[in-house]
């Protein structure tokens, strides 16, 4: 029977202390599971939080954790952080990464649509009319807002362009460095982690940040901001097999009671709340062995897109306050420039198909693909160049079509090629917008006008479009347009329409003072063939065609006498109209460049008083914009001549008002001829408007005047008007606060919200 040696019991006791004390003893006590064993390394995780543009941060501390010889293992990622993390997983270099996107004009990456220059005619001719940020749409019998207030196409054109030499990867994990994105499933309400599939579309569906880009279908699933439910996914990175975390959190904080006075306001708080509460949860989730990094980033916030420099500059700067603490993920020089080595050879990239063997359109209705492919440059056969492949999406996405174009390369049997990702509006083809003109002197004169246009697009399979405007206010009216392409790849279309409008007007006498009021009547029926310039109208249209008008001018007040006291005269004119528009403005309020171009000729015959004659009118005017750093000078020239001034027609030709002679009234300068030129000059000013484009600050001198047929037009009867003004480039339109002067007219304030 063998020998039991029994301890003394004074040794039984401290051994069991010492056990029970390492069972129960918090993790700190415990024994490291990240020790350096001899057949493993720890696995080291960077876990990068969402924020918006504050996730520029994330990239100084990718060049913090460079210079300190810290191998990353593994990159887990939500919205912005994904984005970040996604593209340094594919073996950019922190420096690299830092150019590429300090290179990005990520304000107007953010545009609501394509460069102005891009869209066809008829879409520029819109915007002196209505905002293109107020609108909606109108399917299965409801309205519907838009789901995201920007357009993501550019940021995943962006993405995409970074991301093609990974496509035939099977996984995440074959990337240099191995990665996940963290998004929202939209019905559900769950997490998912992606890690397979198209890295750019998993970049993209992490940062659908709600009210800003609409969701991302993807897989069958519609996916929202991560931040919402994993903002800082540690869980991830440890499901993955993380030894120790480096978390990296630059969410927004909290805002002030101040902000939360409007819908706005609330809405981001709330988000932010739900962002904040899960953050919480995964701060508590990290252990001593872990590292957190909070950049200090102060005021600056997730919209903040133009200081990314800074951003990166403070994320750097948080990390290597944090050295001591990175010192113990460091390897030595020779071990960390061998894993060097081993993420830039798998960083190689999947070279370009030298011919396309097909290219494709989806996401259509197919009797729309033979219109649609006309658009489109690249063809099979040719060399794939992401270049012009953005081209085609550009003028896809010009028409306002789609909420979402995209591209991807696929492989089927015969080959790779180009499949261009089309998602219509999830509104619907009848499209809604506001217009708005508020006009006031604060002198009891003033002028207010409201407009709703509807287009209805893709009236049939030629891309047919069907366009209607209302208007109320001091000019009161309906319009109709139905607009037919014909011949799609030489640019030839029809359009038939209907204008009927009335207005008030005033005239004026020697002293300014006003001596009569009239109310102008006119309906207007017309037909035009027409061709565009440019691809798609790009660079404008020309038009010839027919019209018919009704016009009737009718007195209400003239020198005491009113009502039915003062004739009322009626007209009827025919004749054929030559028009030719080209806008090649950047922006059509407060233009930095570009020019603008519109000339009419139209010749026919009046029926007046049962007396027929010929008559015709000519008119010209011009805009070119050019700027320097933040100053802009905007020149603009009008000139108009008509045949005759009928009886009655008093607005043939007028001027006055704001930038049309500034101090003098609206209509307070008529005649035949008329001539008008000038010159603005105005500063973007250093200011974040938030709810506009641009603030700006100007001056006008305007030289001009309008001459009766009989009379002579000489240099010395020009008219002198000027005015300086703020303004700004809003949602609702152009807004202008003025002070106005002419010698022989008045000086005064105006307020003015519209195109002056």
Not at 202 to 217: D, H, K, T, Y
């Amino acid at each position: 029977m063998p020998t039991v040696h029994r301890l003394p019991f004074f040794l039984l006791w401290p051994l069991a202390w010492l056990s029970a004390w390492f069972a129960l003893a918090p993790a700190w006590a415990q024994p490291s599971s990240a020790t350096t064993t001899a057949d493993r390394p720890p696995r080291v995780a960077l876990v990068l939080s969402g924020g918006g543009a504050r996730g520029f941060a994330h990239v100084g501390v990718l060049k913090a954790l460079e210079a300190a010889r810290v191998p990353v293992d593994l990159v887990v990622g939500t919205s912005m952080g994904a984005i970040i993390g996604g593209l340094y997983a594919t073996g950019l270099s922190a420096d690299e990464l830092e150019r590429e996107l300090l290179a990005v004009e990520w304000n107007a990456l953010f545009n609501t649509r394509e460069p102005r220059q891009l869209l066809s005619q008829r879409r520029k001719e819109e915007d002196f009319e209505f905002s293109p940020v107020l609108q909606l749409g109108f399917k299965d019998g409801e309205f519907r807002l838009p789901t995201g207030a920007v357009s993501s196409r550019s940021l995943e054109m962006l993405l995409r362009r970074y991301t093609l030499g990974t496509r035939a990867l099977p996984h995440f994990d074959a990337l240099p460095t191995p990665f996940r994105a963290v998004a929202t499933d939209m019905e559900s309400g769950q997490a998912v982690v992606l890690g397979q599939g198209d890295l750019a579309a998993a970049m993209r569906a992490s940062m659908s940040v709600p009210g800003v880009f609409a969701p991302l279908e993807l897989d069958g699933r519609l996916l929202g901001d991560g931040g919402l439910v994993n903002n800082l996914p540690v869980d991830v990175a440890r499901a993955l097999g993380a030894d120790v975390v480096i978390a990296v959190n630059i969410g927004t904080p909290l805002a002030g009671r101040d902000t939360l006075g409007s819908v706005i306001g609330l809405t981001a708080q709330m988000i932010n709340i739900l962002t904040e509460q899960n953050v919480q949860r995964s701060l508590a989730s990290l252990t001593p062995h872990d590292l957190l990094v909070t950049p200090a980033l102060g005021r600056l916030t997730s919209g903040d897109f133009d200081k990314a420099s800074d951003l990166v500059a403070l994320g750097l700067d948080a990390a290597r306050q944090a050295a001591p603490a990175l010192a113990r993920f460091a390897v030595e020089p020779a071990q960390y420039q061998a894993w060097r080595a081993r993420r830039q050879q798998a960083a190689r990239a999947e070279a370009l198909p030298a011919q396309l063997a097909f290219v494709a359109i989806e996401g259509v209705p197919p009797e729309r693909l033979a219109r649609l492919r006309t658009q489109i440059e690249v063809q099979p056969g040719q060399t794939m160049a992401p270049a012009r492949a953005e081209q085609d999406l550009q003028r896809l996405a010009a028409s306002g079509d789609y909420m979402r174009a995209d591209y991807r390369l696929a492989t089927e049997a015969g080959g790779e090629g180009l499949i261009y990702q089309l998602a219509e509006k999830d509104w619907g083809q009848n499209h809604f917008r506001l217009g708005l003109d508020l006009r006031t002197d604060f002198r009891g004169s003033g002028e207010f006008n409201l407009r709703l246009s509807h287009n209805r697009h893709w009236v049939n399979d030629q891309g047919a479009e069907w366009r209607n405007r209302i208007q109320l206010g001091e000019k009161s009216g309906l319009y109709s347009e139905f607009f037919q392409p014909l011949d799609r790849s030489a640019g030839y279309f029809v359009s038939a329409y209907l204008d009927h409008w009335m207005r008030r007007f005033d005239t004026y006498g020697e002293d300014n003072q006003a001596t009569a009021v009239y109310r102008r009547r006119e309906t207007r029926i017309g037909l035009d063939l027409g061709t565009t310039l440019g691809r798609d109208g790009a660079f404008g249209d020309a038009r010839l065609g027919w019209f018919g008008a009704r016009r009737v001018t009718i007195p209400d007040i003239i020198a005491g006498y009113t009502g039915r006291d003062l004739e009322r005269v009626g007209w009827n004119e025919q004749g054929l109209r030559l028009a030719l528009v080209s806008d090649q403005l950047d922006h059509a309020n407060f233009p930095l460049s570009g020019y603008r171009l519109r000339a009419e000729a139209i010749t026919g015959r009046r029926d007046l008083l049962g007396l027929r004659q010929g008559f015709h009118r000519q008119e010209l005017s011009g805009t070119y914009a050019l700027s320097a750093g933040r100053d802009t000078l905007n020149l603009h020239l009008r000139l108009a001549r008509s045949s005759s001034l009928p009886l009655g027609a008093i607005d043939e030709y007028s001027l006055g008002g704001f930038h049309q002679l500034s101090g003098y009234r609206v209509g307070q300068i008529i005649g035949n001829d008329l001539a008008l030129l000038r010159l603005t000059h105005y500063r973007r000013l250093d200011v974040n408007p938030g709810i506009a484009r641009a603030l700006f600050a100007g001056a006008t001198l305007e030289l001009g005047n309008a001459w009766a047929r009989n009379d002579t037009p000489r240099l010395r009867d020009l008219r002198l008007g000027s005015s300086v003004f703020l303004g700004a480039d809003t949602g609702v339109g152009p807004v202008y606060l003025a002070l106005v002067h002419a010698p022989k007219g008045f000086t005064g304030v105006y307020f003015f919200l519209g195109r002056p």
